[in-house]
């Protein structure tokens, strides 16, 4: 199969024959979640066209009712009788090109035939990003070999044959139905309803490919997605559109508190889990699990680790603290450092004019992670740019 070969010559466009995709009416909304889609032959119809009036013979030949083996492939019987062309640009776009972006308007086309909003597609084409690269791959990975396709599906029974697996509308249309079976799933943050239909290891794999698939979905629909307010994109500049808004933490929402019904300071090594890079430093796991996707950004921008001054505090440390710290040392017993919620950071992030604490403000929050108020210059509590707490994410629990 090669999608590459319906590359219209002279043109710069892909045609792909699928059904219609992704079209806005009017061409003025950008928010999805709320709005109608798919207005086949509405105004916002992007280079859209009957194969057999426009696109290339080559085209054509892929497209039309006598496909060949190799279109068949692609598309199914039914959906390539009344195939449309879509126009997909050879990019690139976000860094994907070519066959990618028509393997991004399949999965964009499969939502779509589902009655999906737009949202939909942009969690689609995100997952593939981070399992495929929007490629369809005839091969696994170490944790699954029998992992295949655009969406690396496994061979278990719940994501079809072989060849399901491998067809880029087959493999789309089983992912959204697997998604959409997700409970509160267009209200999740973007990766974890991702998390939650793959069923992968890490809830924040596909935090990195929100914003790509964010800016391949707007090109491919030709529609204007504003950016992403966060790195997950869960707040969008249509707070409206989806509530909670997935990545950011609400005022009050999860402040640390007890949990587990342990004593504060008195947590168990095991209940907590150690922060892979800072030796000795450990924190409730779901607080660990959003401090190293988090670092993972930072390290991204900053090339180093976030620097881990003080994790979870035991009681005893709770309390020499404050005989040395005074005002600055929470009444032991009381904490957040003892529920293994709180961090202590140095690195830059610890002054409140370094381009790593304006980082940290801008972009910890989707993780979860908060400067709280008080803690903030002028705030009502002490000065404390180091001092950081796990809120959470909105349904983060997985
Ligand atoms: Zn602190």
């Known amino acids: 199969m090669s999608a590459g070969g319906a590359v219209a010559g002279g043109t710069g466009l892909v045609l792909v024959p699928v059904l219609l995709v992704v079209v806005l009416g009017g061409g003025s909304q950008t928010c999805g979640p709320t709005?109608?889609?798919?207005?086949?032959?509405?105004?916002?119809?992007?280079?859209?066209?009957?194969?057999?009036?426009?696109?290339?013979?080559?085209?054509?030949?892929?497209?039309?009712?006598?496909?060949?083996?190799?279109?068949?492939?692609?598309?199914?019987?039914?959906?390539?009788?009344?195939?449309?062309?879509?126009?997909?640009p050879v990019g690139p776009v976000a860094g994907y090109s070519g066959v990618q972006l028509t393997n991004a308007a399949h999965i964009m086309a499969a939502a779509e035939q589902l009655g999906l909003p737009l949202q939909?597609?942009?969690?689609?084409?995100?997952?593939?990003?981070?399992?495929?690269?929007?490629?369809?791959l005839d091969r696994g990975d170490a944790v699954g070999p029998d992992s295949r396709g655009l969406f690396q599906q496994r061979d278990n029974g719940a994501w079809g044959s072989l060849a399901d697996r491998m067809d880029p509308t087959t493999s789309s249309l089983n992912y959204f139905r697997a998604l959409t079976a997700?409970?509160?799933?267009?209200?999740l943050e973007p990766t974890l309803a991702a998390h939650r239909t793959q069923r992968n290891d890490d809830p924040f794999h596909y935090v990195r490919w929100y914003e790509p698939a964010r800016q391949v979905v707007a090109a491919l629909a030709g529609v204007d997605l504003p950016p992403g307010a966060?790195?997950?994109?869960?707040?969008?500049?249509?707070?409206?559109?989806?509530?909670?808004?997935?990545?950011?933490v609400t005022a009050g929402y999860g402040e640390p508190g007890p949990w587990g019904g342990h004593s504060n300071g008195r947590i168990p090594a095991s209940a907590l889990s150690p922060v892979p890079w800072g030796s000795g430093h450990a924190l409730r796991s779901d607080a660990t699990l959003a401090l190293t996707a988090l670092d993972n950004a930072y390290r991204?921008?900053?090339?180093?680790?976030?620097a881990l001054t003080s994790t979870y505090r035991d009681y005893a440390r709770q309390v020499s603290l404050k005989a040395q710290k005074g005002s600055y040392a929470a009444t032991p017993g009381?904490?957040?450092?003892?529920?293994?919620?709180?961090v202590d950071l140095g690195g830059g992030v610890n002054s409140y004019t370094s381009a790593q604490y304006a980082w940290m403000r801008a972009n910890a929050p989707a993780y979860g992670?908060?400067?709280?108020?008080?803690?903030?210059?002028?705030?009502?509590?002490?000065?404390?740019?180091?001092?950081?707490?796990?809120?959470?994410?909105p349904d983060a629990t997985v």
Not at 230 to 248: F, I, L
Not at 334 to 342: D, E, K, M, R
Not at 369 to 393: C, I, K, L, Q
């Open 35 to 88: 709005g109608p889609l798919a207005v086949a032959g509405g105004p916002g119809m992007v280079a859209t066209a009957e194969a057999t009036a426009e696109a290339t013979a080559e085209a054509t030949a892929e497209a039309s009712a006598e496909a060949s083996a190799e279109a068949s492939a692609e598309v199914s019987a039914e959906v390539s009788a009344d195939a449309s062309a879509v126009a997909v």
């Open 120 to 136: 939909a597609q942009v969690i689609g084409v995100m997952t593939a990003m981070g399992e495929s690269g929007l490629r369809v």
């Open 182 to 187: 997700v409970p509160g799933w267009a209200s």
């Open 230 to 248: 966060t790195t997950t994109g869960g707040a969008s500049a249509c707070p409206a559109a989806a509530a909670p808004a997935g990545g950011v």
């Open 300 to 306: 991204a921008q900053f090339g180093r680790h976030l």
């Open 334 to 342: 009381t904490s957040n450092h003892g529920w293994g919620l709180a």
């Open 369 to 393: 992670w908060v400067n709280p108020t008080w803690a903030h210059r002028g705030g009502s509590g002490p000065d404390e740019p180091w001092h950081w707490e796990f809120y959470g994410v």
